[in-house]
């Protein structure tokens, strides 16, 4: 059984940061495409960041440009979001997510496994 869990999630103030990170188990991610998704309350969720297998150019949503880094690490079947200069409204429960094929989509059914989510709180 496939599995993605998150990690890293917390209570940041405005300016600071945090490192998200995603383990994959249960089978090998290596040439799936990985991504972030979030949600805030009240809201959809929605495309944040993504990277195609081979780790080649990420894809971001405009809000997180030049604030957030997406990478991931094969060998650890891993994928990790840095999370650089949070604003108030980066509050969401973030979620992982892994798209068989390994290219980018921003449809969320195209996504093939879900994370649980981590809550991330960015306080004014």
């Known amino acids: 059984q496939a599995q993605l869990v998150e990690s890293g999630g917390g209570l940041v103030q405005t300016g600071g940061s945090l490192r998200l990170s995603c383990a994959a188990s249960?089978?090998?991610?290596?040439?799936?495409?990985m991504g972030w998704f979030r949600q805030a309350p009240g809201k959809e969720r929605q495309f944040v960041a993504a990277?195609?297998?081979?780790?080649?150019?990420?894809y971001y949503t405009d809000s997180v440009k030049g604030r957030f880094t997406i990478s991931r690490d094969n060998a650890k079947n891993s994928v990790y979001l840095q999370m650089n200069s949070l604003k108030p409204e980066d509050t969401a429960v973030y979620y992982c997510?892994?798209?068989?094929?390994?290219?980018?989509?921003?449809?969320?059914?195209?996504?093939?496994?879900w994370g649980q989510g981590t809550q991330v709180t960015v306080s004014s």
């Open positions: 997510a892994a798209r068989e094929g390994g290219s980018f989509s921003y449809a969320l059914s195209q996504w093939d496994y």
């Open positions: 249960g089978r090998t991610f290596s040439s799936y495409a």
């Open positions: 990277i195609s297998w081979s780790g080649g150019t990420p």
